[in-house]
């Protein structure tokens, strides 16, 4: 990254979560996730609690209740696991629609969390820092 930032595993790149409304829709991210994390369509359904951008979550169990349309062909529902590159992040708030500037003159934090000392909520704003890895069949308990 810029400044020499050396990213992670495990802390600045994660795998997380993230919940969809339709099986279709989840169809078009996979093909096409540049478009499908575009910040111009991020919380258009859910808000921006957190700040504006595409939301996914440590714990797949955040993720589901935003997924229950979400459902393949045998009726089971669908979440995606995603690598993302969350970088250095600040906590968020609703009126963030840009991610702030950091101490280094010219640079920006990567990501919003919902919590700096244990993020469960991760919101990135440029859909090249996801990539959708895996996409996670199950039944509800």
């Known amino acids: ?5 050396v990213l992670e595993g495990g802390t600045h790149v994660r795998y997380l979560w993230h919940g969809t409304s339709s099986y279709d829709v989840l169809g078009r991210m996979v093909a ?9 369509l991020a919380g258009a359904s859910v808000g921006a609690r957190w700040g504006r951008g595409s939301y996914f979550a440590r714990d797949a169990a955040y993720s589901v209740p935003f997924s ?9 529902q669908v979440l995606l696991l995603c690598l993302v ?3 250095l992040s600040t906590v968020g708030s609703p009126d963030l629609y840009n991610l702030p500037a950091r101490t ?7 990501s919003f969390v919902d919590s700096a000392s244990n993020p469960e909520i991760f ?16 039944r509800p308990r």
């Not at 990254?1 to 930032?5: Q, R, S, V």
């Not at 096409?32 to 111009?40: E, I, R, S, W, Y």
């Open 68 to 76: 229950t349309g979400c459902v393949d062909e045998q009726g089971r």
């Open 104 to 110: 280094e003159p010219g640079q920006r934090y990567h």
């Open 85 to 87: 590159e969350v970088g």
């Open 1 to 5: 990254l810029e400044g020499g930032i």
């Open 32 to 40: 096409d996730p540049l478009q499908a994390f575009n910040v111009a």
């Open 123 to 138: 919101v990135v704003q440029t859909p090249s820092q996801v990539y959708p890895a895996y996409i996670v069949h199950f």
